[in-house]
């Protein structure tokens, strides 16, 4: 069976991390899938710490990746977008809500390999936990099949 | 150098490669997924009442197979269809 498109384009990310040495933890949707949720979604969400070192670095995995350099989004928020790769990547800075710091979140994520590569990719309790905090129509719409599969790995744990 | 005529495989495995798919025969990856899911379903159903049965077998399908073979991403292309 051949490798999905999104499957050799995470790839390409993990190696782009490796690269530039960038402490990144994937979130969102497509640590969703990760988490084995039958999900779909249109980006790739990173959560990295905001020092002017990770900037620098970030500009550099942009281009590894074949993307525009890290923009943010409007003036409502601090996230950026880099354009032009095969999904639009948003990176986020050092929370995703008041609780869930990106040192909360990395103690309970998991090393996960795609194709040889590596990713950090946060627990699918975490996911859930950011999209309950952002309270978005999207997040509320998605957070049913989360808590299901959330749900069957707990209950493929005991089994 | 070269092949020298004679078998270049035992006599299991070409039987197992005239069977690869065949009506009868070693089950195909589909065909083995499909199978472990039911398998999973039905051992998990009773303890997940709440979650709907098309549902549980969406989940254990994206859980059974290696994450490089997952669907992630929904995006339009060239032709404006939806691709994934």
Redesign the interface.
């Known amino acids: ?1 051949p ?9 390409a990310i993990a190696e782009a991390l490796a690269a530039t040495k960038l402490e990144a933890i994937v979130v969102g949707n ?1 640590a969703s ?2 988490n ?3 999900v ?4 790739v969400d990173l959560l990295v710490r905001d020092t002017p070192r990770n900037r620098l670095k970030l500009r550099r995995f942009a281009t590894l990746i074949g993307g525009s350099a890290p923009a943010p989004i409007s003036d409502l928020t601090g996230t950026e977008r880099i354009y032009g790769s ?2 639009p990547v948003d990176i986020l800075y050092d929370r995703l809500s008041p609780r869930l710091t990106f040192g909360s979140i990395r103690a309970h994520a998991e090393r ?4 040889g590569a590596r990713l950090t990719v946060a627990s699918l309790a975490d996911v859930i936990r950011a999209k309950e905090a952002a309270d978005r129509p999207k997040d509320r719409a998605a957070l049913p ?1 989360l808590r ?2 959330l ?3 707990k ?2 744990g ?2 | 150098m070269g092949r020298k005529g004679g078998r270049s495989t035992s006599d299991a495995k070409r039987a197992a490669s005239r069977l690869n798919g065949a009506f009868g025969g070693r089950p195909r990856t589909a065909e083995l997924l499909a199978r472990r899911v039911r398998d999973a379903q039905s051992l998990l159903q009773p303890a997940l009442p709440n979650i709907d049965p098309g549902d549980l077998g969406l989940v254990l399908s994206c859980l059974f197979r290696p994450p490089r073979h997952r669907q992630f991403f929904m995006w339009r292309d060239k032709e404006g269809r939806y691709a994934f």
Do not use: N, Q, R, Y
Request: aromatic share 6%; glycine share 8%.
């Open positions: 069976m490798s999905s498109v999104g499957g050799k384009f995470l790839a497509v899938i990760l084995g949720a039958p779909l979604t249109e980006d095969t999904v996960l390999e795609i194709l099949i299901d599969t749900a069957v790995k209950a493929m005991k089994w």
